[in-house]
């Protein structure tokens, strides 16, 4: 392998990723990677967060196809390798890489995430982008995430604490995405409709059969996916509707307001 | 993304070219990686909190920089 890689300066990840936003790619990070952005990027909003850091190794899973393994090699100057089908996970390629400090490093593409369709994933992606950094890159939102990692820890026969911290990390990033979409539909940046359409689709995946199975097996409460200090206050009619007709009427522990 | 005729016919040829390899080979190549770093832990060559940052995309300042471009497609496409 060491003769067929290619050096990257320090800042690994990071260089990579730049690489791509100017190969004209879109990176569409997902895994551990993606999950720990979100812990990042939310932490300041939920504090309890820096207690649950998921972990993150040197394999950096991307989701795509042929074609953007093959730009991203073609931009990092570096051969890659494509995994033949038949695997455990539908991964279409490997670049592995050797960064100038001597380590160690992979940019997996994989085809499909378990349980969300390609469509379901593409359209409801998050978009970031960092002018300071020069980099765009697409995350799946953190309820696909939270789906994904939910079903993944349903298939596999022992859970690690990693992947419950995981689990938790990702509860409390959806609240505070939902927690800023809250905001939004009260200054009218955003349609409440579309809120509201988002948390009803939230909650029903709470009474979902894996979901269930989580929360009893876990101790899980899927309550905390919801920003009830916000939703309390909040003056919109349906936000308030769903916050009563919903959270309240479902969940024993979720707080009273008078109708 | 938006290549012109000749970037796609490079391509073709990379991908026709490229080495296929198994899964198992695969996890091989993923087991060396995790080798290499303890080594380079054991062996006084790294910090163990040196492997953890380099393992991750970007740094806490640097993750503060980012936009979310789309939350109401993000929160509409909820499914």
């Known amino acids: ?259 | 993304m938006r290549t012109n005729a000749r970037q796609q016919a490079a391509q073709r040829t990379a991908l026709r070219k490229a080495t296929k390899i198994s899964y198992a080979r695969l996890q091989h190549l993923r087991q060396e990686t995790l080798e290499l770093d303890s080594k380079r832990v054991t062996s006084g060559r790294a910090e163990p909190q040196e492997i953890l940052l380099e393992s991750r995309l970007f740094t806490d300042e640097e993750i503060k920089t980012f936009k979310l471009a789309n939350l109401e497609q993000v929160l509409a496409k909820t499914r």
């Open chain 1, 1 to 259: 392998m060491t003769n067929l890689t290619p050096a990257l300066p320090s800042g690994h990840f990071k260089n990579l990723l730049t690489a791509a936003t100017g190969a004209g790619l879109q990176p569409f990070v997902t895994g551990e990677h993606a999950a720990y952005f979100w812990a990042r990027y939310f932490a300041p909003q939920e504090p309890a967060i820096k207690f649950l850091l998921p972990e993150t190794g040197k394999f950096l899973v991307l989701l795509g196809g042929t074609s953007d393994l093959a730009t991203l090699a073609q931009a990092l100057q570096a051969p890659f390798y494509r995994v033949r089908p038949g695997g455990p996970r539908p991964v279409l390629g490997v670049i592995p890489l050797t960064a100038s400090n001597g380590s160690q490093l992979q940019v997996e593409f994989i085809q499909r995430l378990p349980g969300v369709t390609p469509q379901e994933i593409q359209r409801g992606a998050a978009e970031l982008t960092s002018e300071e950094l020069g980099v765009t890159m697409r995350l799946p939102a953190p309820f696909t995430c939270l789906k994904v990692e939910c079903l993944e820890m349903m298939a596999r026969l022992g859970d690690t604490a990693q992947d419950l911290n995981r689990l938790s990390t990702l509860v409390l990033c959806n609240r505070a995405l939902l927690r800023e979409g809250v905001k939004a539909a009260e200054s009218e940046i955003i349609a409440e409709r579309k809120l509201v359409v988002a948390m009803e689709t939230i909650f029903a995946f709470t009474q979902s059969k894996p979901a269930r199975h989580a929360a009893e097996k876990h101790k899980v409460d899927w309550l905390q996916l919801f920003p009830v200090v916000e939703l309390m206050k909040t003056t919109r009619a349906r936000v308030r509707k769903f916050f009563q007709k919903r959270l309240q009427a479902t969940f024993p522990s979720c707080p009273r307001v008078p109708s």
